[in-house]
């Protein structure tokens, strides 16, 4: 995974743990965990396909989330 893809994995990753509930130190404390345990899995599974396979997944999930909140904020009331 390059740095590019994992920055914004990371702060997807923890928005997503802002919206369960996790706030303050403890979001900075979960965008460390999820970086070192991304960067960790990377190492280890690197030449795996499935491992590309699930963080291609998990950014598109998250991606496809976003968009859809934006799109609903942005949407005129009717």
């Not at 509930?21 to 345990?37: E, I, M, P, R």
């Amino acid at each position: 995974m390059t740095t590019i893809l994992s920055v914004p994995a990371v702060v997807a990753i923890v928005e997503l743990c802002k919206s369960f509930g996790v706030a303050g130190k403890w979001a900075l404390l979960a965008a460390v965990v999820v970086a070192v345990a991304l960067n960790v899995a990377d190492y280890l599974w690197a030449t795996s396909g499935l491992y590309g396979a699930a963080v291609a997944g998990l950014l598109l999930g998250l991606a496809a989330a976003g968009l859809y909140d934006v799109a609903k904020t942005a949407a005129p009331k009717a």
